[in-house]
């Protein structure tokens, strides 16, 4: 990173409380599990379950109270971190890149086509009208297939599902954001002096486009985190017992009116992982802003 | 009512057998008041009514609607005894093969017409048409004549020929009728009582036509008013009701496809009579209330839930093994999370059919014996130190978002890993998981489940476990579980119509299932019903979801009932969209 | 100008034809059988053959499609138009729902609609919401209004719209009494009152976006040249913001809502079931696992329609929005 964007990164105190809470999530996704004595996997009949049935409440034995199976709570929390947050970030970066990738080249080529016997088509034509079909294609009938033609669903199966089934959305947002950037003056200025493409491309138009893509991705990580679940909803989500914060917001929710720390936790969890996120990609976002240097 | 002549060990057995069930009184019964006619009854449910149209309506909503839409010649009594009601009597011949039915005089459709003879050979006919969809015309297979009418006969060409009428059904005048079985069948009876063969009005015609489910008439005690569909059913008193001054109520509401969570804020409001779709804790708080304990009551369970295994595929062909993994899982546990709800059952056949016995020395949680059994089928394991076992995995197949799916699987699969045996969960959904559970040689084992199509133990082997249910796809008996002695009391039990001996034919083969393991058992999920103080007269039992033929309100109770909770609420004063 | 357009509503039918196609064959090729879904998970083997024969399930997939492309579009004549919806001599027939056993087009226009009105005001809402959080914010960059609205934002995001829900249901119908619980009313007054709630939940669950969208987007352009000299030549401060900042960070707005339009027709499946908004959102979800192939078939053709259009009109306002982006 350039020296004067990383010492406007430091002075930005958001960005620091930002890259400060995202790495206590990421130490805490690594270490919580060894820290924590309980099993997450294991219902404690014994004392997690209150004598009417419910799930027991906080207490010494189980620090954040236990969940609908009797399992500890905190146990499938530091658990689930490494998964959800593994999920969020990764499904979210495969999202960008390619819904960028798309976006660009769609909005660059814009206007431009080739001419095939009576047709005219173009590069934005193309990607665009694939955008279009896998958006109107129903997400349901597209998990099931993948579900049936799969054996069985790991964190890599669901990592694509997300990733690629949302990356249609972005490419959009970024091509209707190049293309405003394509005529913004200096690049009608620096295309008009003879830049190779390629080169404007990455001197100008990847930086400008770099702000909504950083909001794409710290949004879309608590939508990814959250999707998971609903992925577990159409029988293509982890199977249980693995925990994720998601899942454990679901599970929740049949009994959150007699025990709302089933859903205060991963709740909490969630929307602290999307605010780190959020302050560390709005910092990085202000120290890399190409018009501020 | 008249006596009816029924067998005499038939009838003598049916009530001993119901007076074991035993059913507690009405909620809110009172004997020193006179009922009251008028007011509408609000209830809600979770799921959607799909059709109205006896001919197809099958799901659970469907059915709880139409109950009190149309009457069958004879149905369940609040003690599961079968007594005729559209019917004034019925007979069985000696040889069990012709039923011969007295119809009631004098009673009226929805539409006005008098039921007549004519009109339940029309509609037993229309339903089991082969242009039909009837999802069950199999269940009236023994019915002379059934073949040649439902699928046709090939006559000396070569070519099908269908019969234009079912022979086994024959008018005897206006108000008289018999059917003749090509068999002796004691499910006949039972399935007599479902509404695909309910009399209906003249304007459904001969032939299932697709339109009529929305208007659907019949003779039962509330006529359809409206229906918006996916929203509410509207219910009117019928007022040629057979039953001189019922029902009491003047209507009924039923609002459809509504969450639990908002139907216990509306059961408070006011704005539902009655609550069935509980959430764990709603249910603990008015099982907890003392206010309230006394408004509710349970039904008993239509359903068994358990494990089955595929005895046909490796490795739970080794029968060892399956005793040993049902040795090894603690039903207790497994219903610990459905508080009440779900209740232990050591018998395939659930409380709500007559015959259910508690205290059958079903399949044992016993962990030491699981061990002895493991060692037997070859797989020996020191639960010490954690060596030996089953080797590999095995694949539970199971559904999302159900209490097997979620709660039974992972709490069995602690369970077993107990004995040795890793068991990995693989949650499809439904469609998938028929298929998948359909098909020869796809699943090791998984989530085992059944309810109640009749009130008869029969459908709860014959459709999945015997050898004849078996086919290499779309199976229903998903442990591919083959033993003749099993089928051979199955088909005995089919024809016996002296009851103690098919109970005692019954109990034989719920021994069977315990010893070889095609399933563990497992446990049975049942509702609780409950109603506000105002509604009297409610009765709960295994036969009818929620039956409203005799229920009344105490209309000026209700109302300050409904008073006293909102007018000492200061925010009745600031709510525009006040009570209805 | 007009070729243009000519050429985008070509590749529009192309689109939705692809779509229509492709969600045919892989509903075909599913493994579960239609037949068992339509006779209950308990239905004797038999029965099941039964019903897949009247269906005509057993015939190959090629014949499938051509007697359903055949029938989607007809012209009147003869034979049985009992399930067809008519645009002048023009028959549409979607074929009749195996589960619900109502025509298609009927069901389709029963829902449609309701669905709309909830997607237009879940948009209105988060616009609302989302623009104004976000302007403000941009304004007042790095005071306590710009971190409350984007972290309000956050936190209607980080929520399931399900929590959401109950969350509003919980305080405003069932604590406060203002709003209904669920329903959809029987006259338009009531509509409105009942679509406050499940509008509100899904506004705030897509308000963020547009909050952090129109923020960043005016951050930059409050800083391009143009805007600098605006507020040089003297124009009040709202009027830069409104006239040209605004302006400029429409098109990722327009794109978002177009985005949103489209899946909002698909329906939004969880805040319909929670409010019991009878759109074609339980309706979609409801038949994929029934496995109701007409009702499949007849939502996909509808939100995909509803997208592609959506996303005709976003490209064209892209041409209304930007006077530069006309000249090519």
Known sequence: MDPRALSRFKKNKGAMLGAGIVSFLVLFAIFAPLVVGQDPFESDFAHGRLPVGLPAPPSLRHPLGTDVLYRDQLARLAHGARLSLEIGFAASAISLSVGAAAGIVAGFSRGRSWTLGPLHFGPDDLIMRFVDIGLSFPFLLLVMAIGAALDRTTEVTILLVLGLTSWLGTARIVRAKTIQIRDLDFVVASRALGQRTWVILLRHVLPNVGGILIILGTISIAQMILAESVLSYLSLGLPPPAPTWGRMLFDGQEVYTAAPWLLIAPGAAILLAVLGFNLLGEGLRDALDPKDS | ????????????????????????????????????????????????????????????????????????????????????????????????????FKLREGVRFHDGDELTADDVKRSIERTLDASSPCPAPTFYSSIAGFDAFHNGAKDAQGKVIVAPHLDGVVVDGRYALHIDLSRRDATFLPVMTLDFVAPICKSAGFKYAREWGNHACGTGPFRLDYWQSSREISLVRHEGYFRPGLPYLDRVQWFLLMPALTQRFKFEEGDLDHLRDLRVPDLIHYRNDPRWKPLGQWEPA??????????????FDNVELRRAFAAAVNWQEVASTKPEQAQTTPEMVPPAIAGHDPSFPGQKYDPEAALEHMRRAGFPYDPVTRKGGLPGTVRWLGIPQSFAGESMAPIVQQQVARIGIKMEINLVSWPSFLAMTGKRNAAQLGYGGWAMDFPDPSDFFEPILSTEAIQDEETQNAAFFSNPELDRTLKEAHSELDAPRRAALYRRCEEIVRDQAPWAIGVGYRYYEIVHPYVHNYVVDGAHTIDLREVWLDLAERKQALGARFHGDRLALIRPWGKR | ????????????????WAVVTLAFVINQKLPSDPARAIAGPQARPADVDRIRKQLGLDRPLATQYRIFMGRLVHLRGEGDHASCASLGPLHVDLGVSYQIRKPVVVVLGERLPRTFFLAIAAIFVQVVIGVGAGVAAAVRRNTLLDYGAVGLTLVGISAPTFLTGIFLQYVFAYQLGWLPLDGFGLSFGEHVVCIVLPALTLGIAGAAYYTRLVRDDMIDLLKQDFVRTARAKGVAPFGVVVKHALRNALMPIVTVIGLDFGTLVGGAIVTEKLFRWPGLGQLSVDAVFDRDAPIIMGTVIVSSTAIVLANLLVDLSYTLLDPRVRSR
């Open chain 3, 1 to 16: 100008m007009l070729r243009a357009f000519a050429r985008r509503l070509l590749w529009s039918f192309f689109t939705i």
């Open chain 2, 302 to 315: 239509k359903t068994t839930t358990g494990v089955f295994f595929n005895t046909q595929m490796a490795p």
């Open chain 2, 1 to 100: 009512m008249r006596l009816h002549s029924l067998p005499r060990a038939l009838a003598l057995a049916v009530l001993a057998l119901a007076s074991c069930g035993g059913r507690s009184s009405p909620i809110g019964e009172r004997r020193d008041i006179p009922p009251q006619r008028g007011g509408t009854f609000r209830v809600a449910s979770f799921t959607d009514v799909r059709n109205l149209d006896p001919a197809i309506a099958f799901d659970e909503a469907s059915k709880a609607v139409s109950e009190l839409i149309f009457h069958r010649l004879v149905e369940y009594d609040h003690h599961s005894r079968i007594v005729p009601v559209l019917a004034e009597s019925f007979d069985v011949s000696s040889d069990g093969k012709r039923y011969t």
